[in-house]
């Protein structure tokens, strides 16, 4: 399997590229070629527009690649989403791609133009953990477990396909736009991170306010990390907050989900569970 790995949002650190190229050299089962653009620094983003959109449109139309892996998350896909879904290129058709956290503006249109896509980690991750980046290292291996093996351990353990997962805060972002998909009987799973309680809060209540949100089968919380301080405080944490705003409407809660921004983020493909 080839697999090529593009940065629609923010620059790849070239230590982490370098731990990746090494954890696939080990495996020997896949081949990983990561664009130039991946390295592009233009202010906050892998190089401006143009060039995140020619370089994912370049991988989406080479067919010599099976799968492509975004880089890392950050902001900035939502920004050539539309553009790259235009008119798609016949072997973009026959590709997995994954990404999480701001790759999900992606994941949602690519998806509900009928392709495969995956939530699950990225290259970025290789260099998350505090002891000799074991932790990172599982990440990738995980990733590439399912777009290499279709590996069912890869997996969130609890999964009920048809399957979503979303940051909150993309998720919020992208309903009502062209990237939205049909969330009907969807077991839909989110986590955030960096975010003060109060926005939690606000962002469940535009969320659950969706009629297409509303038709979920069930939605489940993942991880919500490094929770910004309330001044005053909050009163309550993440899981009354998702908890109350299902009850108010109608959708049922599912409980707790293995995904977050971190090394133990596990892969939740979208739709049906391919065999």
């Avoid at 593009?6 to 664009?35: F, Q, Y």
């Avoid at 900035?76 to 956290?101: C, F």
């Amino acid at each position: 399997m080839r697999i090529a790995v593009v940065a629609p949002s923010c620059t790849l650190k070239r230590e982490a590229a370098a731990a990746v190229e090494a954890i696939v050299a080990g495996r020997g089962d896949c081949e990983l070629v990561v664009h130039p653009q991946c390295f592009l620094s233009d202010g906050h983003f892998a190089g401006p527009d143009e060039a995140r959109l020619a370089a994912l449109r370049e991988v989406m139309a080479d067919p010599a690649f099976d799968a492509v892996w975004f880089a890392r998350g950050g902001y900035g896909s939502n920004r050539i989403a539309e553009a790259a879904l235009a008119d798609l290129p016949d072997p973009a058709r026959g590709k997995t791609y994954m990404g999480y956290s701001d790759a999900g503006f992606l994941l949602a249109g690519l998806y509900k133009s009928g392709l495969s896509v995956a939530w699950g980690p990225m290259p970025q991750d290789a260099l998350r953990g505090d002891h000799g980046l074991q932790e990172g290292t599982a990440a990738i291996n995980r990733a590439l477990d399912w777009l290499v093996r279709r590996d069912l351990s890869a997996l969130e353990t609890d999964l009920k396909a048809p399957a979503m997962a979303f940051n909150l805060t993309v998720l919020s972002n992208l309903l009502g736009t062209s990237l939205e998909p049909d969330f009907t009987g969807v077991d839909l799973l989110i986590e955030d991170v960096s975010e003060h309680l109060y926005r939690i809060d606000r962002t469940m209540f535009h969320v659950t306010a969706s009629p297409n949100i509303r038709r979920v089968a069930r939605l489940r919380l993942g991880r919500v990390g490094d929770i910004q301080e309330n001044d005053p405080a909050f009163g309550t944490d993440e899981e009354p907050i998702v908890e109350d705003w299902c009850r108010r409407s109608g959708i049922p809660y599912g409980g707790r989900a293995d995904i977050g921004h971190d090394g133990r983020n596990r892969v939740v493909p979208f739709g049906p569970i391919p065999q």
